[in-house]
């Protein structure tokens, strides 16, 4: 692997991070090591429905339903916390684009030397103690040539509200093509190693990193002084049109057997034709 330059990102919103990952990606020459660490947030992948991969009920008396983000990458879904690591690979690739155990030998390597024994699936995530403590995905962006390998690291994350947060309460009748996440046990490394907290923690693993990785220099970086990638969260990060929307076309039937064919978040078939055009969650929530 070549050279790299290690990035702490300053922001803990969900939004200002996959919107700079994206940035990083398209608009850098750079190969990067981006760190991040967002607040309670569940991240979907491209090709997810949310509405069969997280608890969407309301979560406090203002109606608030749990932070919806979906990343440039397919895989499953999965929950952002103070306690969870994300690390991003953005790098220069000519070749071999997809080869996940190059990004996460590295990981697993600096985890086993910081005393948290690990082993690589065969699904390409890290598990401790036949609990998964990381999973990852990765994009390619074939006009740049270049590639973002992005995971996550279970330190000290709120194993409650993750298990809660990332399957619906009530399972709907939904049928659809769009990737389905795997389920695993999960747990934090911080039961098999108490490094203190997640900052610390992190601070040991990049330490760690430079016996794996040839890092030229460690710099935080602040997604909020960024234009474009302000830009970049207004115009797609924190849209219903790329969270919701961008949703793979699916079939619905309702408790009352009505069914619907959903595109793009709205309803273009169904035979109670006063649905047709409306967004799928409005009429959920008339239910």
Known sequence: MKKLIVYISKSSNVFDNLALEEHLLKHSKEDILLFYINSDAVVIGKHQNPWKEVDLTPIDSQLNTHIIARRLSGGGTVFHDIGNINFSFIRNKEEDFVDFREHIEPMSAALNALGIPNSISPRNDIFVNEHKVSGNAEHVNSK???ILHHGTLLYDSNIVKLNGSIKPKKKLNIKTHAVESVRSPVMNMREIAD???????????????????????????????????????????????WNYGHTPQFTYTSDNNAAMKVREGHVIECIETIQIGKRFDAILNDQ
């Not at 490094?195 to 602040?222: M, P, Y």
């Open 144 to 146: 740049t040539k270049r």
């Open 195 to 241: 490094l203190g907290d997640t900052q610390t923690f992190l601070s040991q693993l990049i330490d760690q990193l430079h016996l794996h990785l040839e890092v030229t220099r460690v710099e935080q970086i602040n997604p909020n002084t960024h234009i474009e990638v302000q830009e970049l969260v207004q115009s797609k990060y924190t849209t219903w049109q």
